[in-house]
């Protein structure tokens, strides 16, 4: 059974700096897309970050961009995202997800297995 395990969460002031970390079991994901997705309150689930099974292809939305670094460890089946001068508007759950492709998509749809969600809240 495939799990996923999000931890790194928290409170935390505007500029501080948080890093998630998510760890798969129940299969190897080398060879497979990891993703980041948020979701606010009231708003849509939104990609955040990618990274390709190999590592070399990466996706990173803008507003994050500078800011917000996601990497991978295939030997320990895991992702990290790493939230440097965050804001306020960073405030989500944040939901780390495995695709069935290798080149990452940036569409929900394009991911089959999620986390729980860990939140970040983001004081002013």
């Known amino acids: 059974q495939v799990q996923l395990v999000e931890s790194g969460g928290g409170l935390v002031q505007a500029g501080g700096s948080l890093r998630l970390s998510c760890a798969a079991s129940?299969?190897?994901?080398?060879?497979?897309?990891m993703a980041w997705f948020r979701q606010a309150p009231g708003k849509e689930r939104e990609f955040v970050a990618a990274k390709s099974g190999s590592g070399g292809t990466t996706y990173i939305l803008d507003s994050v961009k500078g800011r917000f670094t996601i990497s991978r460890d295939n030997a320990k089946n895991s992702v990290y995202l790493q939230m440097n001068s965050l804001k306020p508007e960073d405030t989500a759950v944040y939901y780390c997800?495995?695709?069935?492709?290798?080149?990452?998509?940036?569409?929900?749809?394009?991911?089959?297995?999620w986390g729980q969600g860990t939140q970040v809240t983001v004081s002013s």
């Open positions: 997800a495995v695709s069935r492709y290798p080149v990452p998509p940036t569409r929900y749809a394009g991911y089959d297995y």
């Open positions: 129940g299969r190897t994901f080398s060879s497979y897309a």
